[in-house]
């Protein structure tokens, strides 16, 4: 089930003062089983370009295709991308309203024809993959958990669905590294069980170890595309334009500039400790 | 200074809280419990800790957004029971968010940055002045008539900063100020954070991040409400298991310093910095 941008361009505010192009001719396509990482500076489009794949936003010129199909053709059948696509916006956690974990969670679920208990095993088992135990979270209420617990209540909400393909707006953005690492995890397990994943993040480190692929725009516009270790290669050419490499393709270079033969495509933790074991001593 | 005269003159406790206990729920389940620490004049002091480990709680004891219900605690040398002393404090301690988005109260730089000396009684005719100085502090100068909501991340995060230094306080509390911006917009609020510092104010940084935290003073991990240890970064960052400990994971260069040494490869000292690591490695 690919998602194809063709061209797609997004003014906000158009005919106004106050018009600003967000995306300009955008063309992109995230095929079946892929997880891409979308990097680049505040402003440069990004929550833009997510939000017109999951058909949040009409563009103002271009196509997005959903399986073939424009999802902006008046004949379209919107539940289906509903229902298709789940989207994990920034801060999902102010989105929590219920008044108990297991109905928060339901929510998504009310108007797909499952049974009561089909329903109730995905609220569960999307609890369950976000770490809670069901039986002690279903009737607590949603805001008496921290602001880290809130969130990845909130993702739950998001994966009962069961959606095939899964768009993440910063989902790790104030997490704690254990909670970060473990939530990691659980996309690259729904990745590896077929869940098309597309992730924005500033977290480089993340992107290398989990993302197959890096979408890096700038200004609206496509500035890099192409697998992990060669966009992260070029480490001066992100560094020029405020986008961080992560902190191994940064050990990585001050190693090379000694003198240390280690490749520049050597982004994640475990290359890295493999290539200075393998090289010691120098 | 001499140590003798040191010993003589102690920098003073500018924060000392004793014993605190919080509990936000009815059913007493303590968010902060018997919390003990103090902070000393000047000093840069990071507080780490996983999600829901009390650092915001405790943060919020600070500038009196939470009332102490037990236990003791002066802020500024300000007894923080007294209710009497509530303005006093919170004009000594400023506080800046994880959100910049969250924190204007007006469309313009200018008119942002006067509100909080003019809600504490500032002579409107001082006003121009300290905004003027609130944006040199950040780097900004020149800002003034400019739209917030124009701004990029680091920026708006910097100008919440200068938001908080027009009320002139002597002690900066910022709770994850950096963890919604992108790396540039981080180096430029880290940046200020640390000139802040050198100028002399007491700053108080809670943070998930450990690489923010290797340039503190002091650190201090919160695990479920309590002190679990306190210490310089580089005592308590070379011990994954104390950070495993507390939801915390080590620098990478701690990370690969153990596992280096796991392979048979022992290098004279743990770093825990990146230069660190390198002059160690190219040695």
């Known amino acids: 089930m690919p998602i194809e941008l063709r061209e797609v361009s997004y003014t906000y505010a158009p005919g106004t003062p106050y018009a600003a192009q967000a995306l300009k001719k955008i063309s992109l396509i995230v095929r079946d089983g892929e997880f891409v990482g979308i990097m680049g500076r505040t402003g440069c489009g990004k929550s833009t370009l997510i939000q017109l794949a999951a058909g949040l936003l009409t563009p103002s010129a271009g196509q997005v295709f959903l399986d073939g199909e424009d999802i902006n053709e008046r004949h379209f059948d919107r539940n289906r991308l509903r229902q298709k696509v789940g989207v994990v916006f920034q801060f999902p956690e102010i989105q929590l309203f219920e008044t108990t974990v297991e109905k928060d969670t339901a929510f998504g679920l009310k108007y797909l024809d499952w049974s009561g208990e089909k329903k109730q095993a995905a609220v569960r088992r999307a609890l369950e993959w976000m770490g809670f135990d069901f039986e002690a979270v279903r009737n607590r209420s949603p805001f008496g958990f921290s602001g880290g617990e809130k969130r990845r209540l909130a993702i739950a909400g998001v994966l009962a669905v069961m959606p095939k393909f899964l768009i993440l707006d910063e989902p790790t953005a104030g997490l704690d590294p254990l909670s970060r690492e473990a939530f990691l995890e659980l996309l690259r397990k729904l990745h590896q069980g077929g869940m098309t994943v597309l992730m924005i993040s500033h977290d480089a480190d993340a992107l290398a170890e989990y993302a197959g692929r890096i979408v890096i725009l700038k200004e609206g516009m496509l500035f890099r595309d192409g697998p992990a270790a060669e966009v992260f290669s070029d480490q001066e050419g992100l560094k020029e334009n405020g986008i961080s490499a992560g902190q191994v393709r940064e050990m990585t270079e001050r190693l090379r500039r000694r003198g240390w033969e280690i490749p520049c495509g050597t982004i994640r933790y475990g290359q890295l400790l493999e290539e200075i074991a393998g090289r010691w001593p120098r | ?283």
């Open chain 2, 1 to 283: 200074m001499s140590d003798a005269i040191k010993a003589e003159n102690p920098v003073p406790d500018i924060v000392k809280a004793e014993n605190l206990v919080h509990s936000y729920a009815e059913d007493g389940r303590r968010s902060l419990d018997s919390l003990s620490l103090s902070v000393k004049q000047g000093e840069f002091l990071a507080i780490l800790g996983h999600n829901g480990s009390g650092k915001t709680t405790l943060a919020r004891h600070l500038n009196v957004l939470l009332e102490v219900q037990q236990g003791e605690l002066t802020v500024a040398f300000l007894n923080a029971k007294d209710p009497a002393n509530v303005w006093r404090i919170r004009e000594k301690t400023g506080m800046v968010f994880q959100n910049p988005e969250n924190q204007f109260v007006s469309f313009v730089v200018e008119e942002d940055l006067s509100f909080g000396p003019r809600n504490f009684g500032v002579p409107e005719a001082e006003i121009p002045a300290r905004v003027r100085r609130a944006l040199a502090a950040v780097d900004m100068s020149g800002y003034e008539k400019r739209s917030t909501h124009l701004l990029s991340g680091g920026q708006k995060q910097r100008i919440a900063i200068a938001g908080v230094l027009t009320v002139e306080p002597d002690i900066l509390i910022f709770d994850e100020v950096t963890s919604m911006l992108d790396p540039a917009g981080r180096k430029e609020v880290r940046d200020t954070i640390a000139r802040l510092h050198e100028k002399g104010k007491t700053v108080i940084m809670i943070s998930h991040d450990i690489g923010e935290a290797v340039g503190a003073d002091r650190a201090a991990i919160l695990n479920s409400g309590r002190l679990l240890a306190v210490g310089t970064p580089r005592e308590l960052f070379t011990d994954p298991e104390l950070l495993h400990r507390a939801g915390l994971t080590p620098p990478l260069p701690v990370r690969l310093y153990h596992d280096l040494r796991g392979r048979g490869i022992r290098l004279s000292y743990c770093p825990i910095t990146c230069g660190e690591l390198e002059e160690l490695l190219c040695r």
